[in-house]
């Protein structure tokens, strides 16, 4: 009666994870050989990777990734395709965050741009940073209606305290005039704040980013804010998604038994890694 009323107490105070770990410990005989410290600090980390698990979970649902299950460890690149495995991963759990990087990631289409950039938004979310993933096509649309219904203002100042906003298709369409100002408005509240990230996906070349932005000054603006602290990643080879066709294609049109590309980004494979399936009540 005493250990139901514990347990109780523990969860009244939202201490599941504790309770969770005291419940398991009277199952397992071998915790009974354990004494009173060890036994508690494995119900304080059980606590407290159930509360980082808790938070985790809040940060994925809220950056709205196209690809949530995305993460660094499945990101295969090579010198085949884009950068190198060691360097990019040791880029990833480095300081990007905190420094207020802006990752530009350029590549063809269909060569796992998105991809690796929601790989590295999860990577930023597992260390309990927020993130965003937003279309800049889809972008304009949306800050028009904001526009109409009076919230620009109060979605800009959430938005800049977003650690890592991922906009991703950036340059694929043409600009029009007010979404050129709003998209100002984007960048420089973002400009110069520490742990505060960008991360930009393009099919077109940064020196041609000038033009596509249109306006002299507005375009000055943006690419000084956005360039002036970034870390580039160039990726290349074809596309994955015509890889992933004809191994459709070759295996009879039935896509169970098609094999992942030899190359690459897994958020192209519908298979789920080992690392996935443990992290799958994450997404």
């Known amino acids: ?3 139901n009323d514990t347990l109780q107490q523990l969860r009244e105070l939202r201490l599941a994870g504790m309770a969770d770990a005291l419940e398991e410990q009277l199952t397992h005989s071998a915790c009974a050989a ?6 508690f600090a494995l119900l304080v980390d059980r606590e407290t990777n159930h509360r980082h698990d808790k938070r985790l979970t809040a940060l994925l649902k809220r950056a709205r990734l196209k690809y949530p299950q995305a993460c660094i460890e499945d990101a295969q690149a090579g010198t085949a395709r884009g950068p190198n495995r060691t360097a990019f991963t040791q880029f990833a759990l480095s300081r990007w965050v905190e420094q207020g990087l802006t990752v530009v990631i350029i590549g063809p289409t269909g060569s796992g741009k998105s991809w690796l950039a929601c790989a590295l938004a999860r990577q930023a979310c ?3 940073h927020s993130a965003l993933y937003l279309r800049v096509p889809r972008l304009a ?3 028009r209606i904001l526009h109409g219904k009076g919230g620009i203002a109060s979605w800009l100042a959430a938005l800049a305290r977003t650690e890592v906003l991922v906009l991703d298709d950036w340059a694929l ?3 029009e005039p007010a979404d050129r100002a709003d998209l100002l408005k984007v960048i420089d509240d973002r400009a110069g704040t520490r742990s505060c990230a960008t991360i930009l996906t393009t099919q077109l070349p940064v020196d041609q980013w000038h033009a596509w932005l249109g306006h002299p000054t507005i375009a000055d603006a943006i690419l000084d804010r956005l360039l002036s602290n970034e870390h580039r990643i160039q990726l290349k080879g074809e596309s994955l998604r015509r ?5 459709t294609t070759k295996t009879g049109g039935n896509p169970q038994t098609a094999q992942p590309t030899s190359m690459g980004f897994p958020g192209h494979d519908p298979e789920m890694t080992g690392h996935d399936r443990r992290n799958a009540q994450l997404v």
């Open 1 to 3: 009666m005493l250990l």
């Open 34 to 39: 354990l004494g009173l410290e060890e036994r």
């Open 126 to 128: 597992r260390r309990e």
């Open 141 to 143: 649309e949306e800050l």
């Open 173 to 175: 369409a043409p600009l």
């Open 243 to 247: 890889a992933t066709r004809d191994d």
